[in-house]
Structures are given as C-alpha cells and as structure tokens.
T-cell receptor, first 114, second 114 residues
Framework: DAKTTQPNSMESNEEEPVHLPCNHS???????IHWYRQLPSQGPEYVIH???SNVNNRMASLAIAEDRKSSTLILHRATLRDAAVYYC???????????????FGEGTQLTVNP | EAQVTQNPRYLITVTGKKLTVTCSQN?????MSWYRQDPGLGLRQIYY???????DKGDVPEGYKVSRKEKRNFPLILESPSPNQTSLYFC?????????????FGPGTRLTVT
C-alpha cells in the first residue's frame, strides 16, 4: 500500500484554524485520500475524503495539492473536542473481489489549548 | 441513530477460555471488518466480510474466527485466547468496501488475556 507521512504531534489554540499536513508521494492515480480521527477512548471516526479536488464538509476541509503528493486537513476553528489523533489514509481496492482495508499509520496527535 | 455496537466493552479472561465479541450495525451495510489496535502498531485488520456468508482474512487473522450469518452481525471468535491477543478491538462497517465510502467504527472492546 502507498505510504503516508504525518507529523507525530501538533498544537493549536482554541478557535484558531488548524492545518494538518500529510505527504503521500507514492500515491497512484486511483487512490483516494481519507482522513479519520480517533478521540480518546473511542473508535476512529471518518472526517473527510477526496480524490483530486478540494473538498468541504461540516467537519473540515481537505486541500489536495495539484500533483496529489500531499494534502492538508483544515479545521477552521479548533475546539477542545477536536483534540484527537488524526490519520491520513490512502484507500486502495485490494483486488476485484476482496475488501478495501484501511491502513492506519501512527497519525498526528493534535492538542488544542484553551 | 446509525451506529455500530460492540459487546462487551471490557473483558478480562484467562488463556484458553473461548470467547466471542459481538458486533452489530443498524445501517444495512454490506461490508464489515474487525481491527485490533496495539501501541506502536496502529490498527491492523483481522478479518472482513463482503456480505452474508462471505468472509476473508485480513492482515493478522491467526487465532481468530468470524462468521456472517446475518447482514447486521459479525462476531469475532477467539477459540483459545492467548496473552498476545490482549488488545483493543474495533468492528467497522460500510455500504461497500470501495474507496469512495467511509467506514463506521464501533466504540471498541478492550480485551485482556492473562
């Protein structure tokens, strides 16, 4: 599977924007970029995904570089509840009939200061 | 409310005593899977199921069994648990395994095998 690289940790202040970077230089043309987050003591939670164009939803925005070798998850106004581990994942289909696994790395631990 | 439920949430057992962790989803999802999460190793897929009566191995299937007799349920069975299966387990589901669909995760089951 193509690999992603994220900083181990980042800090932000409450109500400020947060830009979480992800490098995926070996991405292939059909790989989707997904972001999940895991709040303390909870299961991972889907945040957003995209292929080529920038994407927005109620939780965040995803900015994808033109060459697709990197992307940035943007939280427009961080809250204390956004403190979590954020995972950048490339979604590939494993064969024609088998499942598409999520390959989680170590992610970025986001700390939000009050 | 759309959700994935797991039971039990916490379990302490002894080596060799068979156990089952249940997983149920109420979203009529075709695809379900099990992951385990260990420090430094991230989340790794154990088994997945494309539909009723269709299951296949993930990355770390040894020591585990699954079944998919009904669409909503996907139990994880440890026939003879060992201490190296002490971990945090997550069940996940989605409409289909393709890369355009997000996966929904359960709250997790923390298993300790002594």
């Amino acid at each position: 599977d193509a690999k992603t690289t994220q900083p181990n940790s980042m800090e932000s202040n409450e109500e400020e924007p947060v830009h979480l970077p992800c490098n995926h230089s070996t991405i292939s043309g059909t790989d989707y970029i997904h972001w999940y987050r895991q709040l303390p003591s909870q299961g991972p939670e889907y945040v957003i995904h995209g292929l080529t164009s920038n994407v927005n939803n109620r939780m965040a925005s995803l900015a994808i570089a033109e060459d697709r070798k990197s992307s940035t998850l943007i939280l427009h106004r961080a809250t204390l509840r956004d403190a979590a581990v954020y995972y950048c994942i490339l979604r590939v289909r494993v064969g024609e009939t088998s499942g598409s696994r999520l390959t989680f790395g170590e992610g970025t631990q986001l700390t939000v200061n009050p | 409310e759309a959700q994935v439920t797991q039971n039990p949430r916490y379990l302490i057992t002894v080596t060799g005593k068979k156990l089952t962790v249940t997983c149920s989803q109420n979203m009529n999802h075709e695809y379900m899977s099990w992951y385990r999460q260990d420090p430094g190793l991230g989340l790794r897929q154990i088994y997945y199921s494309m539909n009723v009566e269709v299951t296949d191995k993930g990355d770390v299937p040894e020591g585990y069994k699954v079944s998919r007799k009904e669409k909503r349920n996907f139990p994880l069975i440890l026939e003879s648990p060992s201490p190296n299966q002490t971990s945090l387990y997550f069940c996940a589901s989605s409409f289909e395994p393709g890369p355009t669909y997000e996966q929904y995760f359960g709250p997790g089951t923390r298993l300790t095998v002594t």
